[in-house]
């Protein structure tokens, strides 16, 4: 299918099939999608905490507010993007790994001044893995793994949960910012009608 009608073709899934098991094929390339997308400095500012385990989607169904989508979800991505403490730490290996090539002018001093405060980071960083997010929803659909982006959940206590429950050991460099569920449509739940504003000078304008 061409790109364009991927993207035509996409939309926002509120219910799955609850038994429906993603392939991992698939699964790979849809973060493998997530992995090439671009970023400032090349700073790759993302972690995909992918969950596959049903028992633990449902146990994270309150913090989601419990949302159908993400309770009949057969996999959930939650998007973990650098904060200032893994900021830190990534200019540091970037800088020594990659040297200065990523940097305007070849000079990552100057940046890191630039950037150091740390709403700025973490605004940054956010805006880095949406891109990521995007990729990663056309790659699904493209592979006819049906999505919806996640943004409704309570952050503070995602990562209280990740932390407690150990499910992954870096979480201290990162804040949760977005998710996405994947998994195979429920037809019984047609998404809500396509809405947008009209393809005219309300959108765009080319001079
Ligand atoms: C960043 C972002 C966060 C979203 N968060 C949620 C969410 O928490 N729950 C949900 O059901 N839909 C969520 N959506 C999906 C939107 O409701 C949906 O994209 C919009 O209604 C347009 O529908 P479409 O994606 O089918 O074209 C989110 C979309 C975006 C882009």
Same mark, same amino acid.
């Given at each position: ?108 001093? %100057?940046? +890191? =001044? @630039? &950037? ?7 605004? !940054? ?7 990521? *997010? ?22 503070? %206590?995602? +990562? =209280? @949960? &990740? ?7 870096? !979480? ?7 998710? *996405? ?27």
């Amino acid at each position: 299918m061409s790109l364009i009608n991927t993207i035509k073709k996409r939309r926002s899934i509120k219910a799955f099939q609850p038994n429906y098991n993603i392939n991992q094929n698939k699964l790979n390339k849809i973060l493998e999608a997530g992995r090439m997308a671009p970023s400032i400095y090349g700073l790759e500012p993302w972690f995909f905490l992918t969950i596959k385990d049903k028992s633990i989607i449902k146990k994270l169904s309150d913090i989601y507010m419990n949302q159908n989508n993400v309770r009949t979800s057969s996999c959930l991505i939650i998007i973990l993007s650098l904060n200032q403490k893994g900021f830190n730490y990534f200019m540091e290996y970037k800088t020594k790994s990659r040297g200065e090539e990523h940097f305007p002018n070849n000079d990552s001093e %100057k940046y +890191k =001044k @630039y &950037i150091i405060n740390k709403d700025v980071i973490e605004k !940054i960083s956010s805006e880095q893995s949406y891109i990521a *997010l995007s990729f990663m929803m056309l790659a699904a659909e493209e592979l006819n793994i049906n999505t919806c982006p996640i943004a409704g959940f309570h952050k503070d %206590k995602l +990562k =209280k @949960y &990740i932390k407690d429950n150990n499910l992954f050991k870096n !979480i201290d460099y990162y804040e949760p910012t977005v998710s *996405l569920v994947l998994g195979k449509k429920d037809n019984q739940n047609k998404p809500f009608k396509i809405r947008r504003r009209d393809n005219s000078n309300l959108i765009y304008k080319i001079i």
